[in-house]
């Protein structure tokens, strides 16, 4: 026989918090507060298990359950001294909701269960308490209605109109008629009118009565606390979280306690710790005279717990502490007991049955980036944790907040949000509004701080995107081109904020019914994906000199290397002041954007077009001292660390000239007719340029280009050696699918080497080569390629597109799609596909090091800065991850984690 059924009460209980997966984290926590002898009424927890069957039979219970809870009810009613659905003492109850891992209000719970009219009578005379149980009553009947007999039945009503609003609008309209300020002052013959009105709007609404048998209630309610799994907000939470399907919710069957009995019952919500910014001390809410869903659904506004919790919004209202202090004190002690057995910060429910406490719900909190890192911080300077896991109680995520400037929580909590959208780019920005990328640029170079406001971006905002603090679009998704950028970036951004209506030529943008209009000011918290108007406090995280002392202890437990993706002097510096040990992607064809871009543009240009090799090699001569001055610079700034250097890799018709007057310039300069400028440009053209003439395949064409960049790189290294200083280049060939394209540049390196050594009579230089994996057939030739290469370092940008077949830049039509129907669980170009990517990198490292064992392995795509894929990296013995510098803390903790998991054996 399966066991369904957990019970808890009366200082033990079946389970304890290790069994969340069963239990889901509120019964798991609820049975170990239990086992600790606190004040827990009884109760009795439905598996998750319970929920799979039930779902996937359709909605029916297992035979057995019924049994095991009629027996577990028994002994709640041993425990407390009242039966359910008794009419004399009656026993009532919660059906509360509860997965693995805490989905904040995403499922439902039901309160009050086993009040009807058999039941209200035997309350009232035990209670001597009219207008509690009538409050109780009304309660029930609106939450039950709402989630069991309209949500779990699949009822969708038209917005507004569906059976909780109307129920609190009759509420509202009896509460404005009589002039009653607080649902507190709704005496007991209205609450009892009431209650009869909403069961009769009940039958109307949804055509059938209002459940008056304890029993029918019970298991109505049980039924609609699984099908809440599947209710839209929690499908939706579970994508973003990526928490699989599979995990079901446990149901949670509790004795009532009344926190609505009057003035010396309360109910209230607290954190062991300030969850915001981690200091240490009690900090929670508290509401009088009322039931759990009071305080956070905000009808009223909630009590400080004590002197700690006081704000401008609640300083006037008594705290618990001075309200009622011996209850205060109990609930201090248990909060230090609390914490001191789990060794965490916890957020904790209680309520208080006249005078009386009890727990309800204890959890692991939630916090904020900040606020983790002090906690984690104190709490081993406490002693209560230890170095190993203080590096576990960072999550890599809340490191990203706080290497970004963060709109200061305080004044957000008193602001208003005008817009909402998807928190695509961490931290917080303000300035005035532009609509144009050029704008930005212009607004920028004049000093004024703008957030660049957009339909969507594409590539030709890009300049725009960088010169502003923030970004803003009224479309695309978390995948779309803004939120990629600005994540790479580490730039505040929030997008598709579908609210907004831009006007281009008026160059507003009109939210709700006001218009913003270019130079106003707003604030995005690109962390959550808020806009407000007019500029909020800023507060800078990194400033906190306990970050740099976390990442130190981190780095005693990491073993991975990370390195950077870095192009120019900039980002190489930054790099650097975030823990970088090496560059793993140098791409040489940075130079040939943005800033002073013209000059090796104009070479590079010339270069292309020409007809003949000597054409070619004079134009690369002249390009020869950019890229030997960029690429110095850089080995120079990574002194003694490897600079992994990529080969020109983008297809050249690319940089082909359109313009009139470039074609016209490189005609001068190449001494021919510009149409034959147009003419060799047209030549360039291809149907699929992704899978075209570019990276390696340009120097099997036209070695000479392979070689000056190999000539580059090496005289760079010796100048620099000359200088005393220590060079380390790593030469890596892009778009390889074969060995013999590494062993014929291969023979050019080693030829411009050899050259090099004797004109600056050098022993060696200390270089390496290898190249990238990015195309499937390069990866299963693994062994083959490693014949020839000192290094590999996986692109996984082109792996995962061409592995899967999707264009990268052509995957906004459809990814949403395939997310939402969960065809895949996650955007391979953001998190590797360790089913079909991840194989062929397993595959392609255990193949290399079999030819050469000492193969440096490395990645080098998006993927390197995500906590995922740097796990993944780690299990798969990379030797290092690059990713961009902003994410280097993210990947070293990421590696650290993973380090520690693997030796406590997760
Ligand atoms: P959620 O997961 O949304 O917090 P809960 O199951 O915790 O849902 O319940 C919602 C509210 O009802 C909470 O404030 C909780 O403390 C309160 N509550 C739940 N069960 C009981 C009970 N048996 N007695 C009194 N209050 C309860
Ligand atoms: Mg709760
Ligand atoms: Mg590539």
């Given at each position: 026989m399966t066991t369904y059924v957990y019970s808890f009460g009366n200082g033990a209980a079946?389970?304890?918090?290790?069994q969340a997966e069963l239990l889901g984290g509120k019964g798991a926590n609820l049975a170990e507060m239990a086992q600790l002898g606190l004040p827990v009424p009884a109760g009795f927890t439905l598996s998750t298990d319970c929920c799979n069957d039930f779902l996937s039979s359709g909605g029916n219970y297992p035979g057995e359950l019924r049994e095991q809870v009629q027996s577990a009810l028994a002994a709640v009613e041993g425990i407390m001294g009242m039966k359910f659905g008794d009419p004399e003492n009656p026993l009532l109850v919660s059906c509360r909701s509860g997965a693995r891992q805490s989905m904040p209000g995403m499922m439902e719970t039901v309160l009050n269960?086993?009040?009807c009219p058999a039941t209200i009578p035997g309350l009232i005379k035990k209670t001597g308490n009219e207008r509690f149980v009538y409050d109780a009553y009304r309660r029930l009947i609106m939450m039950y209605a709402d989630v069991v007999m309209e949500k779990a039945e699949g009822i969708e009503p038209i917005d507004g109109m569906g059976i909780r609003s109307q129920l609190d609008r009759i509420m509202e309209d009896l509460k404005e008629e009589k002039n009653y300020?607080?649902?507190?002052?709704?005496p007991a013959e209205d609450l009892k009118n009431l209650c009869d009105t909403f069961k009769k709007t009940v039958r109307e609404v949804?055509?059938?009565?209002?459940?008056?048998k304890p029993e029918d209630q019970l298991w109505g309610a049980i039924g609609a606390v699984f099908k809440s799994w599947n209710g839209r907000r929690a499908i939706s939470y579970r994508r973003i979280e990526g928490?699989?399907?599979?995990?079901g919710t446990a149901c949670t069957v509790q004795s009532m306690v009344f926190g609505?009995?009057?003035?010396t019952s309360a109910t209230g919500v607290a954190f062991?710790?300030?969850?915001?910014?981690?200091?240490n001390r009690f900090y929670g809410e508290w509401l009088p005279?009322?039931?759990?869903e009071d305080v956070v659904a905000g009808t009223r506004t909630p009590n400080p717990l004590n002197n700690d919790t006081?704000?401008?919004?609640?300083?006037h209202l008594p705290s618990l502490e001075e309200e009622m202090p011996k209850v205060y004190a109990q609930l201090y002690e248990i909060r230090n007991n609390l914490e001191k057995h789990y060794r965490d910060m916890l957020d904790i429910e209680f309520t208080i049955q006249e005078e009386r406490l009890y727990m309800l719900q204890c959890r692991v909190g939630k916090r904020t980036g900040p606020a983790a890192l002090n906690m984690a911080m104190d709490m081993l300077e406490e002693k209560m944790i230890t170095e190993k896991e203080c590096v576990m109680r960072v999550k890599p995520s809340q490191l990203d907040e706080l290497l970004h400037p963060i709109v200061d929580p305080a004044h957000e909590k008193t602001s208003t949000v005008i817009a909402k959208g998807l928190p695509a780019g961490p931290g917080g920005a303000f300035g005035q509004i532009v609509f144009t990328a050029q704008d930005a640029v212009d607004w920028h170079k004049s000093g004024k701080q703008v957030i660049l406001v957009r339909e969507e971006t594409n590539p030709e905002d890009v300049e725009g995107m960088r010169a502003a603090e923030g970004i803003l679009t009224a479309r695309g998704g978390m995948t779309s081109h803004a939120a990629l950028v600005a994540r790479g970036w580490g730039k505040c951004c929030i997008v598709g904020a579908a609210m907004i209506k831009l006007d281009f030529k008026a160059k507003e943008m009109r939210i709700g019914g006001k218009v913003y209009k270019e130079g106003d000011v707003v604030t995005l918290n690109g962390s959550k994906g808020l806009v407000y108007e007019g500029a909020l406090k800023m507060v800078d995280?990194?400033?906190?000199?306990r970050f740099k002392a976390f990442m130190t202890i981190v780095d005693r437990y990491r073993t991975m290397g990370v390195r950077t993706n870095a192009d120019s002097p900039q980002d190489t510096l930054v790099s650097l002041e975030y823990g970088?040990?090496?560059?793993g992607l140098f791409r040489?064809?940075?130079?040939?954007?943005?800033?002073?871009s013209e000059e090796p543009l104009f070479l590079l240009r010339k270069m292309i077009l020409s007809d003949t090799e000597d054409e070619r090699r004079q134009a690369l001569e002249e390009l020869f001292p950019f890229m030997k001055r960029d690429i110095q610079a850089t080995l120079e700034t990574m002194d003694g660390m490897p600079v992994t250097i990529r080969l020109l890799d983008p297809p050249?018709?690319?940089?082909?000239?359109?313009?009139r007057s470039h074609q016209e310039e490189l005609a001068k300069a190449l001494d021919i007719d510009i149409d034959d400028v147009v003419r060799r440009g047209e030549e360039l053209?291809?149907?699929n340029p992704m899978m075209g003439h570019r990276g390696v395949r340009l120097g099997i064409t036209y070695p000479e280009i392979t070689e000056m960049q190999v000539r580059a790189i090496l005289e760079a290294a010796a100048e620099l050696i000359r200088q005393g200083k220590n060079p380390l280049p790593e030469i890596m060939v892009p778009v390889?699918?074969?060995?013999k394209e590494l062993i014929f540049a291969k023979a050019i390196t080693d030829r411009v080497y050899a050259d090099i050594l004797k004109t600056f009579s050098?022993?060696?230089?200390d270089y390496k080569y290898g190249t990238m994996i990015e195309i499937p057939r390069a990866a299963l030739l693994a062994d083959k390629m490693a014949e020839c290469a000192d290094f590999f370092s996986f692109g996984t940008n082109d792996l995962t597109q061409m592995t899967f077949g999707f264009s990268r830049d052509d995957t906004g039509g459809f990814m949403a799609d395939y997310l939402d129907r969960g065809i895949?669980?996650?955007?391979p170009f953001q998190t590797i596909d360790q089913d079909g990517v991840g194989q062929l990198i397993q595959y392609s490292v255990e193949r290399g090091r079999k030819t050469r064992p000492d193969l440096k392995i490395g990645i080098c795509g998006e993927?390197?800065?995500d906590p995922a894929s740097v796990a993944f990296c780690y299990a798969n013995n990379l030797t290092y991850v690059s990713c961009s510098p902003f994410r280097i803390p993210i990947a070293r903790l990421s590696a650290a984690q993973a380090a520690l998991k693997a030796e406590a054996g997760k």
């Open positions: 079946d389970g304890d918090a290790t269960v086993g009040l300020i607080s649902d507190t002052d709704i949804l055509g059938v009565d209002f459940p008056d928490i699989p399907d599979q995990w609505n009995m009057g003035a062991t710790r300030n969850p915001a910014n981690g200091e005279d009322a039931q759990g006081k704000n401008e919004q609640n300083a995280a990194t400033e906190n000199p970088a040990e090496g560059i040489t064809e940075h130079m040939f954007y943005g800033g002073d050249l018709h690319e940089f082909v000239p359109h313009g053209q291809e149907s390889t699918c074969d060995v050098l022993d060696a230089i895949i669980e996650a955007d993927q390197g800065g």
